[in-house]
């Protein structure tokens, strides 16, 4: 099986490159900086170095926020027939803290209060009412640089003046007293592979690595890993950093990483993680190359033997976008339904029909 990694080439990156040389019988070390995206009426082309990027089996596609369109378009392009551990989708809600916020909203994972507000007045009037201190923060910040801490109302309206001349969109939330530790989980598909309990630097608050933190191994309880698990799978990631506060509600989400650092939670941990990512790579790619193969066996029997409008019974094993269920390509063959067609759907518990109006 063919493989590529496409990323920045940071240490990370090579060091999750020669992990997957282990397991797929060719890797290609692709750099995000030397691609193309072309979207026309007849088609999206990806081109690296000018030329048409080759077919993979499986593609791990990542990078920082700047690039989330390019990394948005190159997973869409390669959506049906190559195995993509981050979701199109993924780039959009995990580079940006507010639609991550939105989107764990909605799979009901815990996080801390969090406002966002359109106008400097509105802003004003949450600050007028929040507990001090209270955290600003930009949606796209990483590695801490894009919190800020404001100890009190004054603090918190000079800042406000200062952000104000950046034109920058910001979140206002709730500051948890953690005595500047949180946890870092990374997940790779159902489980949480390694997670470290990192702590500031003495006089800092920030507990991000590149900020000076130090990480130490912890053993997470059940409870706290399956809230890393929905967050990664709320935003269409099977393999990112989530990170968590642990509060006296309990562990709630502050953000979740598509690319993170690996060196610091390996050293942390002793856990080789990007042999973790690497071996979990080869073995969903080769679901998904053998799972394309009985699709298609299953396309030509069913072409074969479709006749006038009788009704045709498929067994398959559901296939689940994030918690979207997405239905084999064979039903759009036989139901002839197109995109963006109104239909009713009927569900009930183990039971779910679509039809024409
Ligand atoms: N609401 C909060 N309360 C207390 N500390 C916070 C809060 N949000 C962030 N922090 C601290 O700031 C660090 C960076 O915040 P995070 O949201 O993860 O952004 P980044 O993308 O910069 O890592 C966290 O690791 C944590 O130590
Ligand atoms: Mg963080």
Redo the contacts with the bound molecule.
């Keep these: 099986m063919k493989a590529a990694l496409i990323s920045m080439g940071s240490k990370s990156s090579q060091m999750t490159l020669q992990a997957m040389k282990k397991y797929f019988d060719s890797v290609e070390g692709i750099d995000l900086r030397n691609m193309e995206v072309m979207v026309g009426g007849k088609g999206l082309s990806i081109l690296y170095n000018g030329k048409p990027l080759q077919k993979y089996d499986g593609i791990y596609a990542k990078g920082s926020f700047r690039y989330a369109p390019l990394l948005r378009s190159i997973t869409t392009a390669f959506y049906d027939t190559t195995y993509m551990p981050l979701k199109p989708n993924s780039f959009t809600l995990g580079h940006d803290?507010l639609l991550t916020h939105l989107a764990m909203q909605r799979n009901k994972i815990p996080m801390?209060d969090t406002y966002i507000v359109s106008s400097r007045a509105a802003a004003k009037k949450i600050l007028n009412q929040v507990n001090y201190p209270v955290?600003l923060?930009f949606p796209q910040?990483?590695?801490?640089?894009?919190?800020m801490f404001a100890e009190s109302f004054a603090a918190a309206s000079s800042m406000l003046d200062a952000i104000e001349t950046l034109k920058n969109p910001f979140l206002i939330?709730?500051?948890?007293e953690?005595e500047?530790s949180?946890i870092r989980a990374i997940v790779i598909g159902d489980k949480v592979a390694a997670s470290m309990k990192?702590k500031?630097v003495f006089g800092e608050?920030?507990?991000?690595i590149h900020a000076g933190g130090k990480g130490e191994p912890i053993v997470l309880d059940v409870h706290t890993k399956k809230i890393a698990v929905n967050a990664a799978k709320a935003i269409g990631a099977e393999i990112c950093a989530i990170?968590i506060?642990e509060t006296v509600k309990g562990p709630e989400v502050?953000?979740a990483?598509l690319s993170p650092g690996l060196q610091g939670i390996t050293a942390a941990t002793k856990i080789d993680v990007a042999d973790k990512i690497a071996k979990y790579l080869y073995e969903r790619t080769k679901e998904f190359v053998e799972k394309g193969k009985t699709t298609e066996t299953s396309k030509l029997f069913t072409d074969l033997s479709i006749k006038g409008g009788a009704e045709q019974q498929i067994v398959s094993n559901l296939d689940f976008r994030s918690d979207r269920i997405l239905l084999p390509k064979i039903v759009t063959n036989i139901t002839k339904f197109d995109e963006g067609q109104e239909v009713v759907i009927k569900a009930q518990k183990g039971k779910v029909t679509l039809e024409k109006p």
Excluded: S
Aim: aromatic residues 4%.
């Design positions: 803290k801390p955290i923060k910040g990483t590695q801490g640089k894009g919190v939330q709730e500051y948890i953690t500047g949180d990192r500031a608050k920030r507990a991000n990170d506060l502050i953000e990483n």
